[in-house]
């Protein structure tokens, strides 16, 4: 199957990944235990766009705000509307990342780092150049492996006996939004 | 803003194919054989090539600015004389005007037309300055992977050219699917293939 057939037929997976992921940080107000590094800060926040359908039957709900609960969203879910993007904010330690994830490719748009002591370089002093852009791969390759690592804790139970018990849990948090409203 | 500055927004791709043993050597001569040649004095349409991700004027790599520890750290660069189609419209309907005026003709026949807006696209596309554009890339060695700082899917695929002429290697975009399948382990592979999507009401 060539990669464009690919993402369209498994776009459910990145889909899955956020709802999942959105379930899970709310499970326990904002914190995620990763198997190997422990308790992670994982919120959704501000921005989601929601899509239901294929092609050109496909509906596309966009729900954003500073302070929003996302409560539109989660009606979405019941909906039978899934994630296609979400800005989440990360955070292990000092080091706090926003990003948002696209489900189709796992694009990382408009990632903000955390604040450094690195210092603009003019490109003339090139061990300065060297030093800002091994302190950034750093910061990106830290968030690239937060959001892996929790990629792998949500393919792993999806493909486990676990599932089950997981999609009750999901099910009955998408109906308690519903409740909410 | 890309990897040095501001927020980002970046693919990620698997890099496939072997690495040559003397690595480094054989970067800087690919690196310099695809880098960025400025069409300003020139009538060419389009250039890409690399520059350093410091300067994008410098694609000399005057300070070796592509390599910075086990990355390859560099800019993909595009210049593009572009013409708008209604400045084309506009200029080719001016012509035709002109000239049927000056030939006291009623109208043009089909390939005089053509010929026009060929002539006026070329004039035009002369006359514009070439617009720059610029994309970020670090690549990963001992993890074969790579950041690409855009998401537009025209930047991607004149990246996926660009590296292949380049350096002879495929990138692989990782999108959810692929990236699922390397952290699966073996028992749960068949599981994992036969996954259909699952209704979350």
């Known amino acids: 199957m060539d990669l464009v057939d690919l993402i369209q037929e498994k776009r459910f997976l990145g889909q899955e990944f956020l709802a999942w992921m959105w379930y899970k940080s709310e499970e326990r107000g904002g914190t995620v235990e990763l198997p190997n590094d422990g308790d992670i800060l994982v919120v959704f926040e501000k921005h989601m766009l929601l899509e239901y359908g294929e092609g050109d039957t496909s509906e596309k709900v966009i729900c954003r705000g500073l302070q929003t609960e996302l409560k539109e969203a989660r009606a979405g879910l019941l909906l039978a509307k899934k994630p296609e993007q979400a800005r989440i904010r990360i955070a292990r330690g000092d080091n706090e990342y926003s990003v948002t994830l696209s489900a189709g490719t796992l694009e990382f748009r408009n990632v903000r780092l955390p604040k450094t002591a690195g210092t603009e370089n003019d490109g003339k002093d090139p061990e300065g150049l060297e030093a800002q852009i091994l302190e950034r791969i750093a910061l990106l390759e830290e968030l690239i492996y937060l959001v892996n690592e929790l990629f792998r804790m949500f393919v792993n139970i999806r493909c486990s006996q676990e599932w089950n018990d997981e999609l009750i849990k999901i099910r009955q948090w998408v109906s308690e939004g519903a409740l909410q409203q | ?201």
């Open chain 2, 1 to 201: 803003m890309g990897l040095l500055a501001g927020s980002a927004s970046f693919t990620r791709f698997a890099v496939q194919g072997e690495l040559p043993e003397n690595f480094w050597d054989f970067v800087a001569d690919r690196v310099v054989a695809n880098s960025f040649k400025d069409i300003d004095d020139t009538i060419d349409e389009f250039s890409i090539g690399w520059v350093s991700v410091a300067n994008m004027f410098d694609s000399d790599f005057a300070y070796g600015s592509y390599a910075a520890a086990d990355y390859v750290v560099l800019t993909m660069r595009t210049d593009e004389r572009k013409i708008s189609s209604s400045v084309l419209k506009k200029y080719t309907m001016k012509e035709e005007e002109r000239i049927k005026l000056e030939k006291e003709l009623p109208r043009l026949s089909r390939a005089v037309k053509l010929e026009i807006k060929e002539r006026i696209r070329a004039e035009l596309v002369r006359q514009s300055p070439p617009i720059p554009a610029t994309f970020d890339l670090c690549w990963n060695l001992a993890e074969n992977s790579l950041l690409f700082f855009s998401t537009s899917k025209k930047a991607i695929a004149l990246l996926e050219d660009l590296f292949k002429e380049t350096f002879g290697l495929t990138l692989v975009l990782q999108i959810p699917w692929l990236l699922g399948q390397q952290m699966v382990d073996e028992s749960q592979a068949a599981q994992y293939e036969d996954m259909r999507p699952a209704v979350l009401l």
